[in-house]
């Protein structure tokens, strides 16, 4: 799209009481957002929804150098503006009831691409933490692009799991694209969109206040075909993701925690009120393949991404020694952990007492064996040796 034409759509967003669903409406009427200043305040008030008050605003409009600026900036930032009729705008977001006109988008978006969103706490644990990029690494390995929104904890994770997968991942902010939050996620957030995009539908300078993660969060769930909640307390900013979701008619995934524990409230509540508990990425996989035909079945490496060696682990990253590309066989605590696995069931707690190893190292040696074939995680965090 012509930056001329551009320009329209962003002032017809900024315009006062000019929301989603009114700009669609008045899409729809017009063609084009430039039909729309051309238009007559009567014949403006005829379109649903559009009363006196709102045409008023739209005839009076004037702050065109803001729109002409916001051009600008996007162009120094690398930043693409993609607007809801461009092949490029994920086709499950027009599905939702209030769509964004357009996305602010750096990185890259793909026409044909599966989308499965993986969030859940800031407050992660260990356990949270590795389930999540397990569970987002194998999909990616299969071909799907992860979804989360760049907070600490539970979406990191879901970022690096992808990442470490060689897959394409989504990251949604609740603020402008020349706003990086948390701010110490500003080095994942680069690798994203060299893998990926960053996605907002905010104007730049939009600082990250409480008010847009929900709008955010809707963004999260209309992009995907289902959503995995991880880890949530009781009032857990994912589980207003599971509702919305719900609403979009999109398909809810739960992980299963620790009884009694916190972090696992939220999941449990969820599961209780009809969400699916899966235990593996083939229950999602089950749920979520037949509603898009022919999926790939293997992972999908773009020209953009970078070597593991380049990719940006989180220091208590249970795939961290995985990232650097150092492991290449089975070290001191993978044989002490094969040791004690055997071929009935071994609860975790068992193992980190019995091996005399944290917690942290012996989840990074249980992912290494899982991943290399030599053992097989159960339900309840419980790990058997493959014959």
């Known amino acids: 799209m012509d930056q001329e034409s ?8 900024a315009v006062e009481e000019v929301g989603c669903v009114a700009f669609r409406t008045l899409l729809q009427a017009f063609s084009s957002p430039r039909a729309v200043f051309s238009a007559t ?3 403006l008030q005829v379109i649903p929804g559009i009363g006196p008050k709102t045409a008023d605003h739209i005839r009076s409009f004037s702050n065109w150098k803001m729109a002409e600026r916001e051009i600008e900036r996007a162009a120094e930032l690398g930043v693409d503006i ?3 009729d461009n092949p490029l705008y994920p086709p499950n977001l027009l599905n939702i009831y209030d769509y964004p006109p357009f996305l602010y988008v750096k990185g890259s978006l793909c026409t044909a691409e599966i989308f499965v969103a993986v969030v859940g706490s800031r407050l992660a644990s260990v356990y949270g933490r590795y389930t999540t990029e397990k569970i987002s690494r194998e999909l990616a390995l299969k071909g799907i692009t992860i979804v989360s929104g760049l907070a600490r904890g539970i979406d990191a994770a879901a970022h690096r799991g992808a990442l470490a997968g060689k897959g ?3 990251a949604v902010l609740g603020c402008g694209l020349d706003i990086v939050y948390p701010p110490e996620n500003e080095e994942l957030a680069a690798t994203v969109a060299l893998n990926g995009a960053l996605v907002s ?3 730049f300078g939009t600082p990250p206040n409480a008010p847009n993660f929900p709008s955010r969060n809707r963004l999260i769930s209309g992009i995907s075909l289902g ?3 991880v880890e949530a307390g009781e009032k857990s900013g994912s589980l207003i993701t599971a509702r919305i979701a719900a609403e979009q008619g999109r398909s809810v995934f739960a992980v299963p925690g620790e009884i ?3 972090g696992s409230r939220g999941t449990h509540r969820l599961i209780k009120q009809g969400a699916m508990l899966i235990e593996n990425v083939e229950d999602i996989l089950e749920e979520i393949l037949p509603q898009v035909g022919n999926p790939p079945v293997v992972f999908v490496e773009t020209s953009t991404a970078l070597p593991p060696e380049a990719l940006i682990p989180d220091r208590e990253s249970p795939l961290t020694p995985i990232l650097r590309g150092d492991v290449a066989g089975l070290g001191d605590k993978e ?3 094969m040791s004690l696995i055997t071929f009935h069931p071994v609860n975790i707690d068992t193992l980190i007492s019995s091996s005399g190893f944290t917690a942290q190292e012996v989840l990074n040696a249980l992912l290494i064996l899982e991943l290399g074939g030599h053992i097989r995680q159960m339900p309840g965090k419980q790990f058997i040796r493959k014959e």
């Open 168 to 170: 394409r991942t989504i």
């Open 41 to 43: 305040a009567q014949t």
């Open 260 to 262: 009694g524990a916190a």
């Open 82 to 84: 993609v607007t809801c």
């Open 335 to 337: 044989n002490k952990l």
């Open 201 to 203: 539908e905010f104007p």
């Open 6 to 13: 551009l320009k329209y759509w962003i002032a017809l967003r």
């Open 227 to 229: 959503v995995v909640i």
